[in-house]
Nanobody
Framework: QVQLVESGGGLVQAGGSLRLSCAASGYTFSMYAIGWFRQAPGAAREIVAAINWSGYSTYYGDSVKERFTISRDNAKTTAYLQMNSLKPEDTAVYYC???????????????????WGQGTQVTVSS
């Protein structure tokens, strides 16, 4: 069974940094595209960043470009989201998601992912 477990969330002051991890098990990690999403209270879940199976193709939402970096280590079956210059509006529950694919492009649509982690809370104070 596919399992995704996020970690690394917490409380940080504006301008600070956090690194989220998404540990995967139960499948061949290198065959899956990974996405990071977030959901703030009362808001829809939105794409933050995505990475293809090889790690050579990435995507970033407009609000996080130049601040966040997505990466993956297929040997460690873990994906990461490095978040720098955090802002209060980055406060949300962050989720990682996975989908098996042979496509080289990233997957940015929420509905295309079929495996999700439980989420990790990120709170940025002003």
């Amino acid at each position: 069974q596919v399992q995704l477990v996020e970690s690394g969330g917490g409380l940080v002051q504006a301008g600070g940094s956090l690194r989220l991890s998404c540990a995967a098990s139960g499948y061949t990690f290198s065959m899956y595209a990974i996405g990071w999403f977030r959901q703030a209270p009362g808001a829809a879940r939105e794409i933050v960043a995505a990475i293809n199976w090889s790690g050579y193709s990435t995507y970033y939402g407009d609000s996080v470009k130049e601040r966040f970096t997505i990466s993956r280590d297929n040997a460690k079956t873990t994906a990461y989201l490095q978040m720098n210059s955090l802002k209060p509006e980055d406060t949300a529950v962050y989720y990682c998601a996975a989908r098996a694919t042979t496509r080289s492009a990233t997957i940015t649509s929420l509905g295309e992912y079929n495996y999700w982690g439980q989420g990790t809370q990120v709170t940025v104070s002003s």
